[in-house]
């Protein structure tokens, strides 16, 4: 699904303007669509109020009231600010609400007369604030939201919940928390985003006539919330007459001593993703162990140091691995050592290394980001050659660019548009709500997944699902699409099978082929 930012909304609102669709027909017809709804979830005698802002948004709002009532609905309004406060078209509605003669007063500035007012109705329509806000709430607004969200009765937010920020899904410090969303034009990022999410119930988008010219911009990079259908239609074809070779071969170097379970893990994962072969390259003295864990693996022990781990002596023999193969998984469990940190950069700096398709966790990103230039040049190379997918979790992230992560949560949009432009990547940014972004500044937000996922080994799991999608040819930039979407998929259908808690790694990349599954069988394609 297309998301639009608030300064992308306005920006098609002026370009229906100029094409001749005013404003004035777009809140009538955003008007419209919100009685709809209400009316749909509302039997005729029940009551509904219509809490109305001084802005658009409040303009929507009066038009609903105006709707409700000639669909002979019980509805009364009221008003935010003094009647002679209101501008232009919410000015023009406000009109016609009064010759409608709909009952209207100014909202009440006390939680008592607020509840009380409140109480009486089945319905309450939020249309005080909608992609207009700007910094903290200011008084009387926080007095609202919270006699809002005290209210028993089903709470409508008109575009967005009132307060909530369009583009990060912050609120400044509360917003409304609405049991409906209908969002007009184009849904907004911050009502799948988290805390976002939380607040906007059930999202609905309407259309409300802006012109098919209006909504295309070709100088932004367009924003997505991934869906199975989409994401369908980016897994590889499995015709009858394939064979292994058909669907690419992955080569994962990964593991230490101790961390053996990572490597086996993104392996594991990646056959469980569809890759044809998966060779599995970690340090010798864990080779036998990784073999005995997933026989369906071919694996290969590389050089090590004396402590167990992958020095920069075992660089040629990763190049001399790749070479026949389609796509290269590095990173998880390889430990944070100097020999090590000397052998990723040394891979990163090899032609042979940026001609492939790779993706790049855990361990190899902490190490980068230690001298951050390195990945810099790579990604310049390698997204110059077949392109480069990172999977940072927020602390990995804040290493990346330098900051916390703090920051990192606080602007995931930003800082996951930020490393995949820095880098020259297609970036993932871990956690609730995963985040994805390539060099050209497009971005998507991944809705699958739970709680349940925030273990250990996820991640890993991940890994091998992107790397399986690269060495089956997809794109960076689809790969890791479709990989966030099924990971997160194959968590929540392990939960529902067993709960959330105490999920395990393993459980979720065998679930991958029946998320696979699901998402073909939604876009009624065979699974
Ligand atoms: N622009 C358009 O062409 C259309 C806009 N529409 C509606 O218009 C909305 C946007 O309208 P506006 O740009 O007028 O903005 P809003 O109506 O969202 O908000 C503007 C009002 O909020 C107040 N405000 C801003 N920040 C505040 C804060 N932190 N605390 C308290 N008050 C604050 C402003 O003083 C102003 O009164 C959309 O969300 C949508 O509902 C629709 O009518 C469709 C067409
Ligand atoms: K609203």
Same mark, same amino acid.
């Given at each position: 699904m297309r998301l639009a930012t608030a300064a992308m909304v306005r920006e098609a609102d002026g370009r229906a303007e100029a094409l001749g669709v005013p404003t004035r027909i777009l809140m009538e017809n955003a008007g419209a669509r919100v009685a709809d709804l209400v009316q749909r979830i509302t039997r005729p005698g029940d009551p509904v109020l219509v809490f109305c802002g001084r802005g658009n948004n409040g303009g929507d709002g009066l038009v609903a009231a105006r709707h409700l009532r000639d669909a002979g609905r019980r509805v009364r309004v009221w008003l935010a600010a003094a009647e002679d406060a209101y501008t232009g078209d919410a000015a023009a509605n406000l009109d016609l609400v009064r010759r409608w003669g709909i009952d209207l007063k100014l909202a009440p500035r006390e939680a008592l007369a607020l509840d009380h007012g409140l109480a009486g109705h089945r319905v309450v329509v939020d249309a005080l604030l909608g992609t207009g806000v700007t910094g903290p709430l200011r008084d009387p607004y926080p007095l609202w939201v919270a006699a809002l969200n005290r209210f028993e009765g089903t709470v409508v937010s008109v575009d967005l919940p009132s307060g909530l920020d369009a583009d990060t899904g912050q609120a400044h410090p509360e917003a409304v928390r609405a049991h409906w969303t209908v969002t007009l034009g184009l849904a907004k990022p911050g009502l799948f985003l988290l805390p976002g999410a939380e607040y906007a119930g059930r999202v609905e988008v309407a259309s409300i006539g802006l012109p098919p010219e209006a909504l295309e911009d070709p100088a932004q990079a367009p924003i997505e919330l991934l869906e199975g259908r989409d994401v369908a239609a980016l $897994?590889?074809?499995?015709? /009858?007459?394939?064979?292994?070779?058909?669907? &690419?071969?992955l080569l994962v170097v990964a593991g230490s001593q101790g961390m053996s379970g990572a490597a086996v893990l993104v392996a594991r994962a990646a056959l469980r993703s569809g890759a044809g072969l998966v060779t599995l390259a970690v340090p010798a003295s864990v080779q036998a162990q990784a073999a005995a864990s997933l026989p369906e693996a071919l694996t290969?022990? $590389?050089?090590? *140091?004396?402590?167990g781990t992958l020095g920069v002596e075992a660089a040629r023999e990763v190049v001399r691995l790749l070479g026949p193969r389609d796509a290269l998984a590095l990173g998880p469990g390889i430990g944070a050592g100097r020999e090590t940190a000397a052998l990723v950069f040394e %891979? +990163?700096?090899?032609?042979?290394?940026?001609?492939?398709?790779?993706? +790049?966790? /855990?361990?190899?990103? *902490?190490?980068?980001?230690?001298?951050?230039?390195? +990945?810099?040049?790579?990604?310049?190379? $390698?997204?110059?050659?077949?392109? =480069?997918?990172?999977?940072?979790?927020?602390?990995? =992230?804040?290493? $990346?660019?330098?900051? *916390?992560? &703090?920051?990192?949560?606080a602007d995931r949009p930003g800082k996951v548009r930020e490393a995949a432009t820095r880098f020259g990547a297609v970036a993932v940014l871990k956690g609730a709500r995963t985040l994805v972004a390539d060099p050209a500044g497009r971005w998507a937000i991944n809705p699958t997944g739970n709680a349940g996922m925030a273990t250990g080994g996820m991640g890993d799991v991940l890994t091998g699902a992107v790397g399986a999608l690269l060495a089956q040819g997809l794109a960076p930039w689809d790969a890791a699409r479709a990989a966030v979407y099924l990971h997160g998929l194959a968590g929540d259908l392990a939960a529902a099978e067993r709960g959330?808690?105490?999920? %395990?790694?393993?459980?979720?990349?065998?679930?991958?082929?029946?998320a696979r599954r699901r998402v073909l069988e939604e876009a009624g394609q065979d699974g």
């Open positions: $897994l590889p074809a499995r015709p /009858a007459d394939s064979h292994k070779g058909t669907y &690419g071969h290969h022990g $590389l050089p090590e *140091t004396s402590e %891979l +990163l700096s090899r032609e042979e290394i940026v001609v492939k398709p790779c993706v +790049l966790d /855990a361990d190899a990103l *902490t190490l980068l980001a230690r001298e951050p230039r390195r +990945l810099d040049e790579a990604g310049r190379a $390698l997204g110059a050659a077949l392109g =480069m997918v990172i999977t940072p979790h927020p602390g990995e =992230m804040a290493r $990346l660019l330098g900051c *916390t992560a &703090g920051d990192v949560q959330a808690a105490g999920l %395990l790694a393993s459980e979720v990349a065998d679930h991958l082929p029946a």
